[in-house]
C-alpha cells in the first residue's frame, strides 16, 4: 500500500512538472510569434531600408487618454538611420468601435506624413466592420500620405460626416472609429514630437509588448 502511494505521488509530480513544462513552452512560442508578427507589421509601415537601429526595442511609453485612447500607457516605436529620427510608430486604442476596442498601429513620418496604419486587434462584425483589417480590404491604406493638415480637420471624418474617408455599406461605426483614432493619434504626435524622439530609450520588457 506504502508502494503504491509513493507511485503515485510519484507520478503526480511528474505529470504536474510536465504540465508546467509544456506550459511554459506554449507561453514563450506564443510570446514570439507574437514578436515575430509585430515585427512583420511594424517593417510594413517603415521599410527596413529606412532605419538603421533596433526598432523594435527603441520605445517609448506616453500616456493620454485623450488623444490616444488607452487607460493604460502605450507604447511608441522610433525608427532612426544613423541617429537621426525617421519614423514614429504610435500605438493607440479606438476604444469606440462597434463591438470593442480597436487596436492600431499608426507610422508617422518625422515630417508628420502617415507612412501607413494597420489595425493590429478589433472584434467587428465580419462581412461588414471588419473591413479596417488590411486581411479584408485596402481600407486602411486611404490614410497613407496624410498629415494632420491635409485633409483640415473637417476632412478628417467619414464621408457619411463630411469628411474624405469612405465607411462600409451598413458599417458606419467601425470605420469612423479608426478615422478619429488616427486623427487624434497625428495630434498627439504634432503635440509631442521633439519630446518623443528625445526622451531616452527603453527596452521592450521595461516597455511593455505592443499596444495596449
Known amino acids: 500500500m506504502t508502494v503504491t502511494a509513493l507511485l503515485l505521488g510519484a507520478f503526480a509530480v511528474l505529470g504536474t512538472g510536465m504540465v508546467a513544462l509544456t ?22 509601415l517603415v521599410p ?3 532605419y538603421d537601429n533596433a526598432l ?14 488607452s487607460k493604460k500607457p502605450v507604447v511608441i516605436y522610433r525608427a532612426r538611420k544613423e541617429g537621426k ?4 510608430i504610435l500605438t ?43 486581411a479584408k480590404s485596402d481600407w486602411i491604406k486611404s490614410f497613407d500620405g496624410h498629415s494632420l493638415n491635409d485633409p483640415d480637420e473637417l476632412g478628417w471624418r467619414v464621408e457619411k460626416d463630411g469628411g474624405i474617408f469612405d465607411q462600409f455599406t451598413g458599417a458606419t461605426i467601425s470605420p469612423r472609429a479608426v478615422v478619429k483614432a488616427v486623427y487624434n493619434s497625428l495630434k498627439y504626435y504634432e ?11 527603453q527596452t ?8 495596449a
Not at 529620427?85 to 514614429?88: R, S, T
Not at 518625422?110 to 473591413?131: A, F
Not at 503635440?191 to 524622439?197: L, N, T, V, W, Y
Open 48 to 50: 527596413p531600408s529606412e
Open 92 to 134: 493607440p486604442v479606438a476604444p469606440d468601435g462597434y463591438s470593442g476596442n480597436i487596436k492600431l498601429l499608426v507610422a508617422v513620418r518625422y515630417s508628420g506624413e502617415i507612412m501607413g496604419v494597420r489595425v493590429v486587434s478589433h472584434l467587428e462584425t465580419p462581412g461588414l466592420g471588419d473591413g479596417i483589417d488590411i
Open 23 to 44: 506550459h511554459h513552452n506554449t507561453e514563450a512560442r506564443i510570446e514570439r510569434n507574437e514578436r515575430e508578427y509585430l515585427l512583420r507589421t511594424l517593417n510594413a
Open 85 to 88: 529620427p525617421v519614423a514614429a
Open 191 to 201: 503635440q509631442h514630437k521633439d519630446e518623443i524622439f528625445r526622451l531616452p530609450e
Open 204 to 211: 521592450q520588457e521595461e516597455a511593455g509588448h505592443g499596444p
Open 56 to 69: 523594435y526595442e527603441d520605445t517609448i511609453t506616453v500616456e493620454s487618454r485623450e488623444l490616444l485612447g
